[in-house]
């Protein structure tokens, strides 16, 4: 249940009495496996009571790398590089295996992204971009590529941080990126791949432009207040 995405990092276990009978095992069973993924790391056990998924699978894969990311000044170009390549074939397979349950949920996390997008509350606007993200990733029914994607969450959240505010004061990006979130969306739903790994790659190969354009435009602003500078 941890390795296919229905239980997440901090997320309670259901009941000894629930798991047992998903399982067809004995309490005594269930209680020994219990322990052996909380000596794995796997699972956390709180005082008050309660068995949670630890709130630390992944952390170690993204973590260390936080700090090279943010001083490097073409790390941002190189995760969008990546994420290339990486939800490219998550939308693909989404597109191929997403129920009708995962759909619902992409559906939820989509209009929680156009309610915030609407509402202009821009961090919870950025959680609900990586959310809707994640949630096609497990739409993907390929554990390796969800955790992937949520190895990675922290060092995605600042990454979708920092482009949607350089590039969102721009007349124009925001409307623009929320419709490619919808041309995903569909593209998924109407069980497409190819238009789904198209629509992927068109929407973060806008975001890159975006951002190359940004780019020059503060070299510019940065060359004319040299010059200002030397005149007075």
Not at 110 to 136: M, N, P, Q, T
Not at 162 to 170: A, D, R, T
Request: net charge neutral.
């Amino acid at each position: 249940m941890i390795l296919e995405g229905s239980l997440e990092p901090g997320q309670r276990l259901p009941s000894e009495r629930d798991l047992a009978k998903r399982f067809e095992v004995s309490r005594p069973s269930l209680r020994e496996a219990i322990q052996k993924l909380v000596a794995k790391g796997l699972l956390t056990s709180r005082q008050g009571g309660g068995t949670y998924v630890s709130e630390k699978i992944g952390a170690s894969f993204s973590d260390p790398l936080m700090e090279l990311f943010s001083s490097h000044p073409e790390a941002q170009y190189d995760l969008l590089e990546f994420r290339h390549a990486l939800e490219g074939v998550i939308a693909y397979y989404a597109a191929l295996r997403s129920t009708e349950a995962d759909k619902a949920a992409i559906r939820k996390h989509y209009d929680e992204l156009e309610g915030y997008h609407r509402s202009k509350e821009f961090e919870k606007e950025v959680a609900a971009d990586v959310d809707f993200h994640l949630c096609i990733a497990g739409a993907t029914h390929n554990m390796v590529l969800l955790h992937t994607m949520r190895a990675l969450l922290s060092l995605l959240r600042k990454n979708v941080m920092s482009n949607l505010s350089n590039i969102y004061p721009k007349a124009g990006h925001r409307t623009k990126i929320h419709a490619q979130h919808k041309v995903l969306m569909d593209a998924i739903f109407a069980g497409n791949p190819e238009e789904a790994r198209q629509a992927a790659h068109e929407h973060l190969a806008y975001v890159e432009e975006a951002l190359l354009e940004y780019g020059k435009e503060e070299t510019r602003l940065e060359r004319s207040l040299r010059r200002a500078n030397i005149s007075s």
